[in-house]
């Protein structure tokens, strides 16, 4: 099964680069997309590309990275997927967020789960999470629905555990821009359509990450308190 994982970072040199190690350090074979934006790709300081490239890839794995201008929120996820010139032929496509904690075995348990239950688009909670200096175990499960998520019967799943299938990522592709959070549509799209088979993941192997730069939920962050 050949997996795809893109990530969209604006603006966050570290976690860029911890993303990528993080996937380095998983135990399946995969290709990872990295789109690096900014409003201002003309400023040098901008670009961190030459903060990953001495980055050990693994073997059997891929990493395209590329720098360049900033579009909304969905623009930049497609850009990140068409880094790889050959996507249409990868099984599963995953969005894999730069500032969360992804643990070594979370694509191989996503793989197995789709495996067994052949689903389109899934995804799952976080098992615990981060807020400033503390880490809580306590379980978050979403960051969010709104009133058509839940008249659509939306799962309560986190942004950065969103897996799809080559089938449910060829209509997010078709879509040529979105206006505002880009997860919100893409579920909506998904569970709308009665050919794509949603499914909830039960194992998570991910944990969330409240550091008050959240595009989302920055309001949230504790500091050091």
Request: aromatic share 10%.
């Amino acid at each position: 099964m050949k997996i795809l994982l893109f990530t969209a970072s604006k603006h966050r040199a570290l976690f860029s680069r911890l993303c990528v190690l993080q996937m380095q350090n998983q135990t399946a074979t995969h290709t990872h997309c990295v789109f690096l934006n900014t409003e201002h790709p003309d400023e040098p300081t901008l670009n961190y590309s030459p903060l990953l490239e001495d980055i050990h890839i693994k073997p059997g794995n891929t990493v395209h990275l590329a720098f360049g201008r900033s579009g909304n929120q969905h623009q930049n996820h497609i850009t990140a997927i068409g880094l790889e010139p050959d996507w249409e032929k990868h099984d599963l496509f995953l969005k894999i967020d730069d500032d969360d904690i992804y643990k070594k075995n979370y694509i191989e348990n996503i793989i197995e789960s789709q495996s067994n239950y052949k689903w389109d688009f899934s995804g799952t909670r976080a098992e615990s999470h981060i807020n400033g200096i503390h880490h809580y175990e306590k379980v978050v499960t979403d960051l969010g629905l709104d009133e058509k998520d839940i008249a659509l019967n939306v799962p309560r799943f986190m942004p950065g555990t969103f897996a799809f299938s080559r089938k449910a990522i060829r209509k997010i592709m078709t879509i040529p821009s979105i206006q505002g959070w880009e997860d919100s549509a893409w579920r909506k799209l998904m569970v709308a359509d009665p050919e794509i088979k949603v499914h909830e993941r039960k194992s998570s192997h991910y944990i969330y990450n409240i550091h008050g730069k959240n595009v989302s939920t920055a309001h949230h962050y504790k500091h050091n308190s």
